[in-house]
């Protein structure tokens, strides 16, 4: 079954400190996944998205993460978080845009990031 | 930028009461989507639709319904709203591309806070 999993469901970083958001998944196709961030009060919006090429992918806000299939991770990462930075953390997983079909996105249960000043 | 308007940000409904959820993009997208959100399972899709008058069921659809009579707008009913719908529900757009450097990424609303008492 396709399924995304956010091992963490709480985090607490100090400001300046470094982040790691864990997100791994179970997918039968070439998996497009994605990083969106929720602040309070708002909708969904999108971090960064990897579909193939370089495992290592750019977003913005200065956040990466690296696709590892090995593994079936995707995890998200910042060298210094900042206090704006605290908000909701979703993975999520669809299907390639290679493989045809209408994207039905998988969400994971979300990671809620709070930082210390 | 692509906008994706949810008509009412908070509700509060009576168990019965048939409850109607407005959702309007203005980019011209073909696919557009209804998911729930609860603490601790993250975003499920309640439907989704490819196209005027088309829908299809998400993995919660029992106790919904959709209409998409315009291209721009998607609407999700609650036929009698129960306390177990009391909830927040996100509308979510894209385009279908098969370039995928912007294909199937969802734009999201800001959200609608139902509570049924």
């Known amino acids: 079954a396709q399924s995304v999993t956010q091992p963490d469901i709480h985090i607490t970083v100090s400001e300046g400190a470094s982040l790691e958001l864990r997100c791994n998944y179970s997918y039968g196709a070439t998996p497009y996944l994605f990083w969106y961030v929720q602040s309070p009060g708002q909708g969904l919006q999108l971090l960064l998205k990897?579909?193939?090429?370089?495992?290592l992918v750019q977003g913005i806000k200065g956040f990466e993460a690296e696709f590892k299939r090995s593994q079936s991770s995707f995890n998200l990462r910042k060298p210094s978080v900042h206090w704006s930075d605290a908000a909701e953390y979703f993975c999520?997983?669809?299907?390639?845009?290679?493989?045809?079909?209408?994207?039905?996105?998988?969400f994971g249960a979300g990671t809620r990031l709070a930082v210390h000043p | 930028d692509v906008k994706v308007t949810q008509s009412s940000r908070y509700l509060v409904k009576r168990t019965g009461e048939k409850v109607f959820l407005e959702c309007v993009q203005d980019m011209d997208h073909e696919n557009m989507f209804w998911y729930r959100q609860d603490p601790g399972l993250g975003l499920r899709l309640i439907y989704f639709?490819?196209?005027?008058?088309?829908?299809e069921k998400g993995d919660i659809p029992e106790g919904y319904s959709v209409s998409r009579e315009k291209k721009e707008r998607f609407s999700l009913i609650l036929e009698s709203a129960s306390t177990n719908q009391t909830s927040m529900y996100l509308c979510a757009s894209s385009f279908w591309d098969q370039n995928p450097s912007g294909a199937n990424v969802l734009t999201f609303g800001a959200g609608s806070r139902l509570t049924v008492l």
């Open positions: 990897y579909f193939s090429g370089d495992t």
């Open positions: 999520a997983v669809g299907s390639s845009p290679f493989s045809g079909g209408y994207n039905k996105l998988i």
């Open positions: 639709s490819y196209d005027v008058k088309m829908k």
